[in-house]
């Protein structure tokens, strides 16, 4: 069964570099068909999609982020990660990687939260 | 980027009513659209994909609805399980978009 874990730290300072690593565990990221990507949620407020990557390396970012995020992919380690720059108090949320199939999220790690605070 | 508006916002209902959300998009996306529940503290769970499709394991309780701009989730019966937000998803094309989600709670 498919298996998808957030990992990275959970405080964050204002103007510095977020970053996350999902793990994957029962399945690899270089079968092909499928995307990987990430999702976060402000608390108590809604999903925003964030980027989503191809094993190959074929991207696609949020325009509303794109400026600031980058996101990796690891093969070799069944991983791939996010880089969000110069993060601001609204960048704290719940951070969730996700396998997606043709645009469809239908996989979700339990999420992680990030708080940017000094 | 596709809009997604979902309605109502909020629904207070009392288990074994029937209920509907509804999803618009800001233009037409075909069939690729999905829905979502989620409980606090948890994860989403996917429920439906291209609309209608239910995902294993999901009861037949649920279903979806709809195709271009407007699109419906149904509970045929409401559970006692089945109080949480949902949300829609619409995958026709980059960037990938979320509905505002809709909380259903407890009459």
């Known amino acids: 069964q498919l298996q998808l874990q957030e990992s990275g730290p959970g405080l964050v300072k204002p103007s510095e570099t977020l970053s996350l690593t999902c793990t994957v565990s029962?399945?690899?990221?270089?079968?092909?068909?499928?995307?990987w990507g990430w999702v976060r949620q402000p608390p108590g407020k809604g999903l925003e999609w964030i980027a989503s990557i191809y094993y190959s390396g074929s991207t696609y970012y949020s325009p509303s982020l794109k400026s600031r995020v980058t996101i990796s992919v690891d093969t070799s380690k069944n991983q791939f990660s996010l880089n969000l720059r110069s993060v601001t108090a609204a960048d704290t949320a719940v951070y969730y990687c996700?396998?997606?199939?043709?645009?469809?999220?239908?996989?979700w790690g339990q999420g992680t939260l990030v708080t940017v605070s000094s | 980027d596709i809009q997604m508006t979902q309605s109502p916002s909020s629904l207070s209902a009392s288990v074994g009513d029937r209920v509907t959300i509804t999803c618009r998009a800001s233009q037409g996306i075909s069939n690729y659209l999905a829905w979502f529940q989620q409980k606090p503290g948890k994860a989403p769970k996917s429920l439906i994909s291209?609309?209608?499709s239910l995902q294993s394991g999901v009861p037949s309780r649920f279903s979806g609805s709809g195709s271009g701009t407007d699109f419906i989730l149904t509970i045929s019966s409401l559970q006692p399980e089945d109080f949480a937000t949902y949300y829609c998803?619409?995958?026709?094309?980059?960037?990938?978009?979320f509905g505002q989600g809709t909380r259903l709670e407890i009459k």
């Open positions: 996700a396998r997606i199939w043709n645009g469809y999220i239908d996989n």
């Open positions: 291209a609309a209608s």
């Open positions: 998803q619409q995958y026709d094309s980059y960037p990938i978009t």
């Open positions: 029962g399945g690899s990221i270089s079968r092909g068909s499928y995307y």
